[in-house]
């Protein structure tokens, strides 16, 4: 299987590798990721041809990672029996970054995303994909079969604007069956979601990828989930990222998008 094949919700995981490689290549002290830049030789011509992203955009996608990573970090350390389960997967390059040699990680993805995640990054020690889809309890009841009752931290990278919120609300309150569970998401608030659709998404070159869900504040989430639901962290997006040496136009964007709140992480537990 070749990049050619995938849909146009997955073909947005070319997005997020783009801005890891731009960072490692222009940005090493927000992000360098060396799995990232061995790809890029690896990836459709046509895809690395036809980017015309702006420095914001591409480092939107890399803050993205920097975000997850403090998140991942904190919670091997925290629960170092835990385990890592990647709903989304694409072709992250986490686990090349926050392995620590010990803990065990997922994968999920629909099937021809992780047929072709296979080709270019092949299950590792301790790594383990799942053809699925993320919304349904097929994989979350493979994986407690096999870990019954260890802490799991799910985390959905760029994934939970692409479904509806109904949706997301099951899932949740499906996760929340499945004993120690902490979810880990990237979101917008309504007016975020608003500048993605007219502008972010059209730049990155997937205005046909459609956008619904986003939160504006992770307390009334909680409160619709329910089943004693905790946040344990809403954080403006780039509260972490290091500035140093950014356009003025990027640091302007980034700046305003957290004075506004419009992209955050979220972290709950279940």
């Known amino acids: 299987m070749n990049g050619s094949d995938l849909g146009v919700v997955e073909d947005t995981l070319y997005v997020p590798m ?3 490689i731009y960072a490692g290549e222009n940005c090493r002290n927000i992000l360098y990721d060396k799995k990232a830049l061995e790809l890029k030789s690896k990836m459709p011509q046509s895809v690395v041809d036809n980017d015309k992203q702006t420095q914001y955009t591409y480092l939107a996608s890399a803050s993205r990672s920097v975000n997850m990573d403090r998140y991942i970090t904190d919670f091997i350390k925290r629960k170092p029996n835990g385990i890592i389960v990647q709903l ?24 021809n995303v992780i047929e072709y995640r296979k080709g270019l990054l092949p299950e590792q020690d301790r790594e383990k994909y799942i053809a699925g889809d993320a919304l349904k309890e097929e994989w979350i009841e493979n994986i407690r079969k096999e870990h019954p009752s260890e802490p799991l931290l799910i985390t959905a990278s760029g994934l939970f604007y692409y479904f509806e919120k109904e949706n997301v609300m099951k899932l949740f309150k499906m996760l929340g069956k499945y004993g120690d569970i902490e979810v880990l998401f990237d979101t917008v608030n309504k007016s975020g979601m608003n500048m993605m659709k007219k502008q ?3 730049t990155v070159g997937h205005e046909d990828a459609k956008m619904f869900f986003y939160v ?3 307390d009334e989430l909680v409160k619709e989930i329910g089943n004693g639901a905790k946040v344990l962290a809403e954080e403006k997006y780039y ?14 964007s980034m700046i305003i998008s957290d004075w506004l709140s419009m992209v955050k992480m979220v972290h709950l537990a279940l």
């Open 18 to 20: 783009l801005g890891r």
């Open 200 to 202: 972010h998404m059209k």
């Open 239 to 252: 509260s972490h990222i290091d500035k140093t040496g950014l356009k003025f136009s990027t640091k302007m």
């Open 216 to 218: 504006d504040s992770a």
């Open 88 to 111: 989304g997967v694409g072709l992250e390059t986490t686990f090349y970054r926050d392995d620590n040699g010990n803990t065990l990680w997922y994968g999920v993805d629909l099937p």
